[in-house]
């Protein structure tokens, strides 16, 4: 049985979504899955002020726990086309492992959100990829076996990089139905692969 982590950060609530729906397509393989997300650095005045959902049920990771994992799925929201300083500062924490290779041949993934349909998505999967290359590991994307990221009819999110969704330039659209096949779909491919490589 594979042990994967779900890691995040979420200043909205867009990226907390996607991680329950990737949380649920390991779920579904049989996997031990746990949902975490990255320390706040934000001051809490100020997030406060700019509306941030601080009342989110995932408890904070460490830095330490992460190679208890066989796969680790990272999920952000975009920021100028790369991950957040939260998520960065987190992974910057993490030289310790990867001086050791703990993390070496671990199954590793991405996810994100963007405001808009061109808001960075791709490059901000890259951001979190280049990261998980560097510590090792093998990834797994969000193959077009997932049909619904090339629908034409609707604005929809996901990447053969990994799942993705759109939340608006106010914030008020929520991940969609297809966006959430994309990350449960992710989630299962990528718990599968850790069981092939781990079991």
Same mark, same amino acid.
């Given at each position: 049985?594979?042990?994967?982590l779900v890691?995040y ?5 867009h990226?907390?979504t ?6 649920e397509?390991?779920?579904s393989t049989?996997a ?5 997300r990255?320390?706040e650095t934000?001051p809490?005045?100020i997030?406060r ?9 995932a408890?904070?990771? /460490? ?6 994992y066989d796969?680790?799925v990272v999920?952000t929201? /975009?920021?100028?086309?790369?991950m ?6 987190f ?5 310790g ?8 041949g ?5 996810f ?5 349909q061109h808001g960075g998505q791709e490059? /901000?999967?890259f951001?979190i990829? /280049?990261?998980?290359l560097?510590f090792?590991m093998t ?6 076996s997932?049909?619904g990221q ?8 996901g990447?053969p990089?990994?799942a993705?969704?759109?939340?608006g330039?106010d ?5 969609t139905?297809i ?19 781990h079991?």
């Amino acid at each position: 049985m594979a042990k994967v982590l779900v890691l995040y950060y979420s200043s909205y609530g867009h990226v907390e979504t996607l991680a329950q729906a990737i949380a649920e397509g390991a779920l579904s393989t049989g996997a031990q899955v746990d949902v975490k997300r990255v320390p706040e650095t934000v001051p809490e005045a100020i997030a406060r002020s700019a509306h941030f959902k601080l009342d989110q049920a995932a408890p904070v990771a /460490t830095v330490a726990e992460l190679e208890i994992y066989d796969a680790i799925v990272v999920g952000t929201g /975009t920021r100028f086309g790369r991950m957040s300083s939260q998520m960065a500062a987190f992974l910057d924490q993490a030289g310790g492992l990867w001086a050791r290779g703990a993390m070496n041949g671990k199954v590793g993934a991405a996810f994100t959100s963007s405001a808009t349909q061109h808001g960075g998505q791709e490059t /901000t999967l890259f951001s979190i990829i /280049t990261n998980l290359l560097h510590f090792g590991m093998t990834i797994v994307g969000l193959p077009y076996s997932h049909a619904g990221q090339m629908s034409v009819d609707e604005i929809v999110g996901g990447a053969p990089y990994g799942a993705t969704t759109v939340a608006g330039g106010d914030g008020s659209r929520q991940p969609t139905a297809i966006d959430l096949a994309g990350a449960r779909h992710q989630g299962e491919l990528v718990a599968r692969t850790a069981a092939k490589l781990h079991g």
